[in-house]
């Protein structure tokens, strides 16, 4: 049986907010919705993904900012850090973790640039959305097998 991610929940503090700078990101609005109950239901998503996020009032009970984590594939890491940083992201600088596996939590055993022998799935950059939710951007140029 097949089961793929359709949906990751990202708590947030200010809604509309949330919403412009998903928006601003690029990523395409697909909902807003408001029940009379004040349930309010917004769903974004990364141009070229499968998966959306939702955000809004009454969707989660997580602390606004406590989503770490959340990651994004890119075929070239320093032109998504380029197309971020020009939409007016805080964005971090390219990096690699010292282990070269996969990045650490946090800052810890971070490198800079890209990985140094290019390797797909090892270059890195990060940003969080206004309320902090972290997320990682990640350079894939070869799928692994079976991906």
Same mark, same amino acid.
């Given at each position: 049986?097949?089961?793929?991610?359709?949906?990751?929940?990202?708590?947030?503090?200010?809604?509309?907010?949330?919403?412009?700078?998903?928006?601003?990101? +690029?990523?395409?609005?697909?909902?807003?919705?408001?029940? @009379?109950?004040?349930?309010?239901?917004?769903?974004?998503? !990364?141009?070229?993904?499968?998966?959306?996020? =939702?955000?809004? @009032?009454?969707?989660?009970?997580?602390?606004?900012?406590?989503?770490? +984590?959340? /990651?994004?594939?890119?075929?070239? =890491?320093?032109?998504?850090?380029?197309?971020?940083?020009?939409?007016?992201?805080?964005?971090?600088?390219?990096? /690699?973790?010292?282990?070269?596996?996969? /990045? /650490?939590?946090?800052?810890?055993?971070?490198?800079?640039?890209?990985?140094?022998?290019?390797?797909?799935?090892?270059?890195?950059?990060?940003?969080?959305?206004?309320?902090?939710?972290?997320?990682?951007?990640?350079? =894939?140029?070869?799928?692994? !097998?079976?991906?």
């Amino acid at each position: 049986m097949d089961m793929k991610l359709e949906v990751a929940v990202v708590p947030v503090s200010d809604v509309d907010r949330a919403k412009s700078f998903y928006e601003g990101l +690029g990523w395409r609005l697909d909902a807003d919705f408001t029940a @009379d109950d004040g349930l309010r239901v917004v769903q974004v998503t !990364p141009p070229g993904s499968a998966c959306s996020v =939702i955000f809004g @009032d009454q969707v989660s009970e997580a602390a606004p900012g406590s989503a770490e +984590g959340l /990651h994004l594939v890119v075929r070239d =890491i320093e032109a998504a850090r380029e197309e971020l940083a020009r939409r007016g992201v805080a964005v971090s600088e390219v990096f /690699h973790d010292a282990g070269g596996v996969f /990045h /650490h939590a946090g800052t810890k055993a971070r490198l800079p640039g890209r990985d140094p022998e290019g390797r797909s799935y090892s270059s890195f950059l990060s940003f969080d959305d206004p309320d902090g939710n972290g997320w990682i951007v990640q350079e =894939i140029t070869e799928r692994l !097998p079976g991906r």
